[in-house]
Each structure stands twice: as structure tokens, then as C-alpha cells.
């Protein structure tokens, strides 16, 4: 975007040199670009992810089923390099056809089940181990009703608010105002829920914290777009409280971990084939080793 007023053409053709952060992966096409083998564990569940929002539900999703002793929830986590284009790769496709991180396989069923969407398996992993998820029928529709609600709402702040604020190649007002308001609209829908609860849908901590917090309490936190100041996060204070009461969980401290390959080297865990690599594999451990 350079001129100041874009008018568009009759029929949208495709320049592969538009620029922005994740020019290099973005395209208007689908399917695998090359064959590429993915590796598996020992376990049941093989998640193929990386350290962003949407991967840190699953990982919390499944270290907080391993903390609450749900031992079939082990799990191999592999890195996916989506700036590299790994997830264009062939295996990877098969797993999720709309190339996206986190792609799960489950092997302990007959034939083996695939689920992609991180909200898909926030909810494929709280049926099954029947955890995270009220049983009470007036209860679950609260909960899927704010599922959803992230699930349609965080494109806003990550594809929308995120992109025009930190990536794009120029900064416009327009749409950083645009994006700005509708995030600030979204944080105070979830400040005005939690001004009376401990969690999204009340008493019971449930997969729509965990999908929330990935994104929205990761932006309360400042962890995000350096945008917290920009945004005046801390005057969404019940929101700011719930956020800091999930980072605190021993389980979501893990999760963050697994599959991040930036920030501190004691905090990534590139990949994660067993709960000792938390403590022996991190990146700090595997460099000095090196």
C-alpha cells in the first residue's frame, strides 16, 4: 500500500511481493507444496504445532489433563516452522488441508482420528477425557457460546489489529483505529464477564479459559504486538486479574513452552516427547551442551 486512495481492479490478480512480515507463506492457494514425512512419538496423541496463540491452547489443554491425572494425555509435540513453509508440506496437509498450526492425529483410535482448528480440538480432547467441559446441560452451551465467541472474535486482534499494528510493511490510521476499536470493544465484553466471576463462565475453569487466555490474556499481559500500552490494557482490571490467575497455573506454564522457539532459551521447548523434557531438554540445557 503506497497510495494514499486503492482503487481495485475488475478481477484481484495475485502479487507474491506485497510485503508484511509473513509475505514469504501467504498465498491464495491451497494444498501441499512438497512431500514431507512428519515424525511420531510413542504416544497416542501427536501434535504438530508451534508456541503461537493458537498452538498454546492445545499444549495447556493437554498439560492441564496430564496435571488433573489424566495419564492417556501424554503426548509428542512437534515444532512446525511455519515462516520455513513446513506447514504446506504433504503430511502436514493431510493432517489439516487448511495448512494452519495446531494439527492433531490421534492414533488410539480405529482408524486413527485427525482434528484440526485449536478450538475443534479444545473441544475433540475435553469430550474425550471428559474434563474442562460442563456436564451439566445448562451449563455447556455458556461455555461453547464463549468457545465460539474467541474462536470468531481473536482473527480480529491477530489477522486485523495484529497485522496493520506490528506487521504490516507501512502503518496506516485507518485501519490500526478500525481494528484498535473492535479489540477495545472485545477486552471489555470479557472485563464487564469477569467483573463477577473467577472464570469466563463462573466457578468451573473450562476450555473457553483456556482458548481466551491463549489470546486475549496474552494481551492484557504485554505479550503481544507491544501493543498493551497502545491499548491501555491495564484498565481492564477484572480481565487483567482472571489473566494473571491462568499464567500462574503450573499446567499453563508448561504449556506455554512447548513448541516455542524465541524469548528466554529456559522458557522453549522445541519439541516435547515426555514430561522430563521439561527439565532436561529445554533450549538453555540442549545449548550448553552444544
Known sequence: ?????????????????????????????????????????KHPLQLHSLATPNGV???????????????????DAYIVNIMEGEQFGSDFVAINPNSKIPALMDNSTKPPTRVFESGAILLYLAEKFNA??????????????WLFWQMGSAPMLGGGFGHFYAYAPEKYQYPIDR????????????????????????????IADIAIWAWYGAMVLGKLYEAAEFLDVTSYKHLLRWAKQIDAREAV??????????????????????????????????????
Open 1 to 41: 500500500m503506497t497510495d494514499a486512495t486503492y482503487v481495485p481492479p475488475k478481477v484481484w490478480t495475485w502479487d507474491a511481493a506485497s510485503g508484511g512480515k509473513f509475505a514469504n507463506i501467504n498465498r491464495p492457494v491451497a494444498g501441499a507444496t512438497h512431500d514431507k514425512t512428519l515424525p511420531v512419538g
Open 57 to 75: 491452547k492445545v499444549t495447556v489443554m493437554l498439560e492441564e489433563l496430564l496435571a488433573a491425572g489424566f495419564t492417556e494425555a501424554e503426548y
Open 132 to 145: 474442562f467441559l460442563p456436564s451439566d446441560p445448562a451449563k455447556k452451551p455458556e461455555c461453547l457460546s
Open 179 to 206: 481494528y484498535a476499536m473492535e479489540v477495545k470493544r472485545q477486552l471489555d465484553v470479557l472485563n464487564i464477564q469477569l467483573a463477577d466471576k473467577d472464570y469466563i463462565c463462573g466457578d468451573e475453569y473450562t
Open 253 to 290: 506454564k508448561r504449556g506455554k513452552m512447548v513448541n516455542r522457539s524465541w524469548g528466554d532459551p529456559a522458557g522453549q521447548l522445541l519439541q516435547r516427547n515426555d514430561a522430563s523434557d521439561f527439565e532436561n531438554k529445554t533450549q538453555d540445557k540442549v545449548d550448553s551442551t552444544e
